[in-house]
């Protein structure tokens, strides 16, 4: 009996042993959690002070004049409460809705209005680095910040590098925003039952067909939503598909931009998918579309508009 | 020989008018721009209103009549060379490489790090006078020579299929230079600045004085081949020439604005139509003509909207296609009447 007693002893220490360990663990996995959070906070900081030419985005007095030419940007800056300092945007600047009734139209990325930007006389100019124009508006001696934000990430890093810009310390701006979205989204993700789960998802953002990859900033929110995307990932954000194999990967439900312009059914044989004969089709109307292909600060948003989608259309698996 | 004088006489009267017409556009295309007249008035008073004229509208007005006049004389070159008066830098090719060299230069230097402007503007110019060098050396290949016009001009349709779709390709492998070549391809003299300008300036100076030069062995050639060699003219180097005159006027024209349709072909034909004199003197009147085409071109697009403007590749291609359209319907008339 001594033997088993002592037996008995050394596996309650054992398990005792063990409990701590898990503790420990528990705890080191906090303080892990703490420290990386913190890193993870640092490096945006760090990030967002460069634009995406790697110069810095800080000015010494906050801009008081800003024109913005992406549609993404202006949302920011207006996320941010700085949509007073606003005074020239886009063609494609939509949101808030009241932008264009009230501010100068300076044209697109593609044929933006050089001489009406100057008359206005911004203090920085926001804009893609993609955009001719950059290198024409420095060289007549406007400042300019370029910002690209392409995934969640990016849109992160962007709130930071407008908040930085605008002089909002981040806990009063940039990171409270990013915080408001992050829970938006999280209640979106909830919103969606357990069963929608692992759903394979076909995004199509545009004609061609252009899908939306996992790398995507749309790939990312089905990622969150906990449902699963068609296209593999090393297809790169927005690969061009064959209809073939669309046709071949039978996507449990399919969304679609309505930039598409058209029908699941236009393209052959899609007659025959599962998601079509069933309906399981969500064509977003022009307005949704932008607020979902858009990385910006409607994230929130976009997520919900998506987890609607997912909600009405896709199939429960079975318990 | 007094006709020919004549002629001369005429050409003269010509550039003098073609040359007025410029001064009056470049002091219009001051004038006219998204922000109105108010600019010029208050240019003395308003540093910004002064950038605006002195920094925006001249330089690109004067770079619209640039290259309205490199299109203009590369496309008389071509139609003198290839002896077609449908031959122009587009229909031979050499657009579509300049194009296909301009996408090249962006996915080289890749979009998102710009470096030195003037580095970046030679680079381009250098990649897209490559690109149309290369198109015309492919087009001249299939067509085995000169000699065949319509072989040459089917090489040339070809030859531009087939570069467009390796820009396409280049777009669709690296989609981040597909904004920016989406609106070369519109066309826009919004870009460019001043130093786009010098170095415009440079491209024609050398290309004038070239086609100048060379321009005996076109009024050769108008005579046919044999002709020409037995006038003793060294008909390979010289023919290499305009073709390097040609490439290198469409290569800087596209590099700065982009792809701007019709003015290489409609120029030498508003030309012949009004006087006909040598090449010497008619290809360098299409350039005048090119550049008084184009500035008005671009002058409109920037009127007919203000404050908005549009591309003028867009605007060129609508008028110089109804001209052409128009062109060959009284030709069909002409040729009806004639019986």
């Given amino acids: 009996m001594q033997p088993r007693h002592f037996d008995g002893g050394r596996l309650a220490a054992a398990i005792e042993m063990i409990q701590r360990l898990r503790e420990g663990c528990a705890w080191a996995a906090l303080l892990w959690a703490l420290v990386a959070g913190a890193v993870h906070a640092a490096d945006v900081t760090l990030t967002a002070q460069k634009d995406d030419r790697g110069r810095p985005v800080a000015m010494a007095q906050p801009p008081q004049r800003i024109v913005s030419l992406l549609p993404s940007l202006t949302e920011t800056v207006c996320a941010l409460g700085a949509c007073d300092k606003l005074v020239g945007v886009d063609r494609y600047s939509n949101w808030p809705k009241n932008l264009h009734a009230t501010l100068p139209v300076l044209g697109g990325g593609m044929d933006p209005h050089v001489e009406a930007i100057v008359a206005l006389k911004p203090d920085v100019v926001l804009l893609s680095n993609a955009s001719r124009v950059v290198e024409r508006l420095e060289a007549l001696g406007l400042r300019t910040v370029t910002l690209e934000p392409r995934t969640q990430a990016d849109v992160h890093r962007v709130l930071h590098s407008i908040g930085l810009l605008l002089g909002l310390p981040p806990e009063q701006g940039a990171e409270r925003e990013w915080q408001r979205l992050q829970a938006g989204v999280e209640a979106a993700a909830q919103s969606v039952p357990t069963a929608v789960h692992g759903a394979r998802v076909y995004f199509e953002v545009s004609r061609g067909p252009y899908a939306a990859g996992p790398s995507s900033f749309i790939g990312e929110l089905l990622t969150r939503m906990h449902v699963g995307n068609v296209v593999p990932a090393d297809r790169g954000p927005f690969p061009r598909l064959n209809p073939e194999f669309i046709l071949r990967a039978r996507p449990d439900v399919i969304l679609m931009g309505n930039h598409s312009m058209q029908l699941a059914h236009a393209y052959p044989g899609w007659a025959t998918l599962d998601a079509v004969k069933h309906q399981r089709v969500c064509a977003f109307n022009a307005e949704d579309s932008t607020t979902v292909v858009r990385p910006g600060p409607r994230m929130d948003e976009a997520a919900r508009i998506i987890a609607r989608c997912l909600v009405e259309k896709a199939p429960r698996r079975a318990p | ?339």
């Fill in chain 2, 1 to 339: 020989m007094s006709n020919v004088s004549k002629a001369v006489v005429r050409s003269r009267w010509l550039a003098v008018v073609l040359l007025a017409a410029t001064a009056v556009l470049v002091v219009l295309g001051a004038c006219v721009g998204s922000t109105g007249w108010e600019s010029v008035w208050r240019m003395r008073s308003d540093p910004v209103a002064q950038q605006i004229v002195w920094d925006i509208r001249f330089p690109r007005t004067l770079g619209a009549w640039l290259a309205g006049a490199l299109l203009g004389l590369a496309g008389a070159v071509a139609q003198g060379l290839f002896r077609n008066p449908l031959a122009d830098p587009y229909l031979l090719g050499s657009a579509s490489g300049a194009a296909l060299g301009g996408a090249a230069a962006m996915v080289l230097s890749g979009t998102a790090a710009i470096g030195m402007e003037w580095m970046q503007r030679l680079g381009m110019t250098g990649m897209a006078f490559a690109g149309a060098a290369l198109a015309v050396l492919l087009t001249l290949t299939l067509a085995q020579g000169v000699q065949n016009s319509l072989r040459m001009l089917l090489a040339g349709v070809v030859v531009g299929v087939v570069l467009g779709a390796v820009r396409d390709m280049l777009e669709l492998r690296y989609p981040d230079i597909l904004q920016p070549m989406k609106a070369f391809s519109l066309g826009s003299t919004a870009f460019i600045g001043w130093p786009a300008c010098l170095l415009m300036v440079t491209a024609w100076t050398v290309c004038a004085l070239a086609a100048w030069s060379l321009a005996r062995v076109l009024d050769g050639l108008t005579l046919g081949e044999s002709t020409a060699a037995s006038l003793g003219l060294p008909l390979g180097p010289m023919r290499a020439g305009l073709i390097a005159v040609m490439a290198l006027a469409t290569g800087t024209a596209v590099a700065q604005t982009g792809l701007i349709a019709f003015v290489g072909l409609a120029a030498p034909h508003l030309v012949r139509s009004i006087v006909s004199v040598g090449h010497a003197r008619s290809t360098l009147l299409s350039s005048l003509m090119g550049g008084v085409v184009l500035l008005t071109a671009d002058i409109l697009a920037r009127w007919l909207m203000a404050p908005e403007e549009l591309p003028v590749g867009v605007l060129t291609a609508l008028l110089g296609g109804s001209y052409l359209l128009w062109l060959m319907h009284r030709g069909h008339a002409v040729r009806q009447a004639r019986g």
